[in-house]
């Protein structure tokens, strides 16, 4: 994929920038910058893009996006219509990884730290107690300032280090370049994906919203992104599916034709194509 840079902007006087974000999708776009990111969704949840990974996010969740790792949030429009009652925001720390000098990475006693943001640059999900503990460091480093605030990252990455709960999201093989003149064609067809993946996407449509033949658009999408675009949809179209699944508000056939398949066959191949779980199975060991 060709992300864009994001220029992140925090105080001069700070040697890393950490913010109550109130505005949803306000980076809705592919992008990437060198700073470390760590974020806390408080309320609100969509489809997250995390290098070539793709799963939905929901309230509670912990992040981890390494530097330069592409990567960008949608929140579902549900959300955005504030048919909730819950206006979606989180906590955003942005840091560079020697915010606190060239050689602290290097002492030993940082070595799990220095472990953990390797990790970092695949994407790293906390979820439940793991997420909501982090959530408090992350709270409690918003709330200080001087000396304490960067004691307060230390001690929560030192705690972060530790988990036994880290899952990683993208792929060991994933690469990118940063030819920024793609960015505007992706997040047209990222967009686009995420707007009508409930109903029928033929090839046409895609790839007159990208400007291409429907050939050329399926040789673009495949040596951009190492996957073909009805995979890409697919993946989509589960992630949605496995939150309604843990919703527990509808049957499995009503899910699947919600998540924009037309068959209950095809839907349950590839649930466990995607999952590796029946869909029955997955809402078993979500609850177990």
Known sequence: ????????????????????????????????HPEIELIHFHAGGGTQFIGDHISQFEPGDVVLVGRNLPHFWKYDEVFLNDQT?????STVIHFFENFIGERFLHLPEARQI???LEKSERGILLK???AKKTGSL???????AGIQRILALINCLSEL?????LIPLSSLGFKYNFRESEN????LIYNYSLNHFQKKIRLADIAEVAGMTASSFCRYFKHHTSKTYSDFLMEIRIGYACKLLLANQ???????YESGFNNFSSFHQCFKKVTGKTPQDYKKEYKS
């Open 138 to 144: 992350m709270e409690l480093i918003y709330q200080s």
């Open 85 to 89: 009652g819950a206006t979606p925001y």
């Open 114 to 116: 220095k472990i953990l």
């Open 161 to 165: 280090s530790t988990s036994d709960n």
């Open 1 to 32: 994929m060709k992300p864009q840079l994001l220029k992140v902007l925090y105080e001069n006087d700070h040697s890393f920038g950490i913010r109550k974000e109130m505005v949803p999708n306000i980076n809705n776009r592919w992008h990437y």
């Open 128 to 130: 439940g107690d793991s």
């Open 184 to 187: 505007h064609r992706i997040t």
């Open 250 to 256: 509808t049957s499995a056939k009503q899910i699947c």
